[in-house]
């Protein structure tokens, strides 16, 4: 795969859908969130092939999303570690989103397997607009203007 | 398709992803919530097939992110439109965090298609995590539980 494949859409919302929308991968950056670093635990957790796992953290490595590093144990063969980079890490409140989202919609008949809590209080969070001062802004004052580019083909 | 599909995983990221995660489904909230509402819309914006397309509305549909109304033109026959739902609403903040994302990380050589700005002063807006009383919260200061169903199938 090639950034080619970003070049068809000035929508950064493709594009973003681009490198992050392929099944599995949403998933991939979850666990990492959670700390997952090695190819055999995130094979583990999504119980999916290793090839398909492999094209997909290639994808995330291509396009900055995570950083791979090597690391050897003791009397074992050098393996492949994965780390989200700050971008990555910047995924975490779409992740968050979709999580509290379904915990809205689509709820768990036994609750909520995983919550994001304030560390400070132990409440849960949320996921809001904030204005450039970083004071939340409610959803009906966010103008969503088209520029010269939209529409956009995806 | 049936609830059978999201009956696999406690996790709500990846039941938020089994009624949204497929291929074009993000694409059509992005377009709804820019004020689509037509099929030949749809189909237009994002270049794809009618069967594809019908598919993916059927599943919004019946997951209660989207309504289906009918609406008729003099002259013309029965056709469909279909409306974000409160839930579809709320994914906005998903969508936004997409493609500020994709502004940041993967930017358009032209500048962004799509802006999402304060109404009130016209500034480019963020999404943020925020707590119980709506006020932003760092990322380092959110705390990722798993309960007793983690870790989850996919």
Known sequence: MTIARLA???????RSLAV???RWTLLIIRDALSGMTK?????????VGSDVLADRLNTLVEFGVMERHSYQEPGARAREEYHLTEAGRQLHVVIGGLQIWGDDHLPWPAGPSTERLDRRTGRPVRVAFVDEDGRPLPEEKVDVIHNNGYPSRP
């Open 20 to 22: 992050l929308g392929e």
């Open 8 to 14: 068809g859409s000035s929508c950064s919302v493709s």
């Open 39 to 47: 190819f055999e635990a995130f094979r583990e957790s999504l119980r």
